[in-house]
């Protein structure tokens, strides 16, 4: 009697055992297969936090195999961007080696990973819009804007002016003879058009040699008048312009006897350069000019070029080479 009683609580005790591991396991399988077929985050993350609860009670391989068994395939997790398709199979190995610390590690994992995307979702769209702000205000951007409304009409008048042309064309195209005509037209306005830009050239080219010429020129001044100026320098202790006024007086009594060009626009070394022998004019006594012109170009050089300063004795010295040069100091 007492050996019946024994039995029968054992058998009541194991049935009351396998009843709740089977309520255990058909609330995973519920969570496992929802009744759409898809999870939103919410309810994948509830899935995800009873798997890892069922997994840190170290359950059994029995328990284990269930619970893999109840895993479906992958899982389906629908967002509002798009639908995500994660597959089971990581756990399901970790599972089918005993595993279960392996396990729980990979779907805590997962709880953070979906955790992490639900976040940023939620700040994505302000974050984006202000960083596309802070790109639009850089200065590679300052010009971009909307079109205004003459340039949006500009581009309708030529997207007409094409469509008016291509039907032209197709017209042409389907009419030889008028093709051809049309060709000879644009030929002979081609070449109206060259033939009026050459002659307007030619007469604005006419009207500029017809113009009359500047009576109120500047007149040049005579080597006289550049001695004058340079002793008038030297008067008011002006010895730099003096210098300077003496070389001129030099050049252009060369000028006048023809041993260089009236050309102002030449440099003191160039003009030393074409005197390079003793000039001999009509109704002029041969006189040597280089060297004289050299000095005059080397004392130029120094004290008004480099403004080194300038003496009295570089004015007498440069009066001396005037007198060289042929001009008459009185």
Same mark, same amino acid.
């Given at each position: 009697?007492?050996?019946?009683?024994?039995?029968?609580?054992?058998?009541?005790?194991?049935?009351?055992?396998?009843?709740?591991?089977?309520? /255990?396991?058909?609330?995973?399988?519920?969570?496992?297969?929802?009744?759409?077929?898809?999870?939103?985050?919410?309810?994948?993350?509830?899935?995800?936090? =009873?798997?890892?609860?069922?997994?840190?009670?170290?359950?059994?391989?029995?328990?284990?195999?269930?619970?893999?068994?109840?895993?479906?395939?992958?899982?389906?997790?629908?967002?509002?961007?798009?639908?995500?398709?994660?597959?089971?199979?990581?756990?399901?190995?970790?599972?089918?080696?005993?595993?279960?610390?392996?396990?729980?590690?990979?779907?805590?994992?997962?709880?953070? /990973?979906?955790?992490?995307?639900?976040?940023?979702?939620?700040?994505?769209?302000?974050?984006?819009?202000?960083?596309?702000?802070? +790109?639009?205000?850089?200065?590679?951007?300052?010009?971009?804007?909307?079109?205004?409304?003459?340039?949006?009409?500009?581009?309708?008048?030529?997207?007409?002016?094409?469509?008016?042309?291509?039907?032209? %064309?197709?017209?042409?195209?389907?009419?030889?003879?008028?093709?051809?005509? %049309?060709?000879?037209?644009? +030929?002979?306005?081609?070449?109206?058009? +060259?033939?009026?830009?050459?002659?307007?050239?030619?007469?604005? =080219?006419?009207?500029?040699?017809?113009?009359?010429?500047?009576?109120?020129?500047?007149?040049?001044?005579?080597?006289?008048?550049?001695?004058?100026?340079?002793?008038?320098?030297?008067?008011?202790?002006?010895?730099?312009?003096?210098?300077?006024?003496?070389?001129?007086?030099? +050049?252009?009594?060369?000028?006048?006897?023809?041993?260089?060009?009236?050309? =102002?626009?030449?440099?003191?070394?160039?003009?030393?350069?074409?005197?390079?022998?003793?000039?001999?004019?009509?109704?002029?006594?041969?006189?040597?000019? =280089? /060297?004289?012109?050299?000095? %005059?170009?080397?004392?130029?050089?120094?004290?008004?070029?480099?403004?080194?300063?300038?003496?009295?004795?570089?004015?007498?010295?440069?009066?001396?080479?005037?007198?060289?040069?042929?001009?008459?100091?009185?």
């Amino acid at each position: 009697m007492k050996h019946s009683l024994l039995c029968a609580l054992f058998l009541v005790y194991s049935a009351g055992t396998l009843a709740a591991f089977d309520r /255990e396991q058909d609330g995973a399988s519920d969570h496992a297969r929802p009744p759409n077929g898809s999870y939103d985050a919410t309810s994948f993350l509830v899935l995800l936090h =009873r798997l890892t609860e069922t997994l840190k009670k170290n359950p059994s391989p029995s328990e284990m195999a269930a619970l893999r068994d109840s895993l479906p395939g992958s899982w389906t997790v629908s967002t509002p961007d798009r639908t995500y398709s994660i597959s089971t199979a990581p756990l399901r190995n970790e599972l089918a080696a005993n595993s279960p610390e392996k396990g729980r590690v990979w779907v805590q994992h997962m709880s953070e /990973e979906v955790q992490g995307f639900s976040s940023g979702k939620a700040t994505e769209a302000g974050e984006a819009r202000t960083e596309l702000d802070q +790109i639009l205000k850089r200065p590679d951007f300052a010009g971009i804007r909307p079109p205004t409304p003459w340039e949006v009409l500009r581009q309708r008048m030529a997207a007409w002016l094409e469509r008016q042309l291509v039907k032209l %064309l197709a017209a042409v195209g389907r009419h030889p003879i008028g093709g051809e005509i %049309l060709f000879w037209l644009m +030929i002979l306005g081609a070449v109206g058009g +060259i033939a009026l830009a050459v002659i307007r050239f030619i007469a604005n =080219r006419d009207n500029l040699n017809s113009l009359p010429k500047n009576e109120t020129m500047v007149r040049a001044r005579l080597w006289q008048e550049w001695l004058r100026a340079a002793r008038e320098a030297a008067n008011r202790r002006d010895f730099r312009e003096a210098v300077h006024s003496a070389y001129w007086a030099g +050049i252009v009594k060369l000028q006048d006897i023809q041993a260089l060009p009236r050309d =102002r626009t030449k440099t003191p070394r160039e003009y030393l350069s074409i005197v390079n022998q003793e000039v001999a004019v009509d109704l002029v006594p041969s006189i040597p000019v =280089r /060297e004289p012109l050299a000095v %005059l170009t080397a004392r130029l050089e120094r004290v008004w070029y480099a403004d080194r300063g300038a003496s009295p004795e570089d004015f007498q010295e440069s009066m001396r080479q005037l007198e060289a040069l042929g001009c008459r100091l009185e």
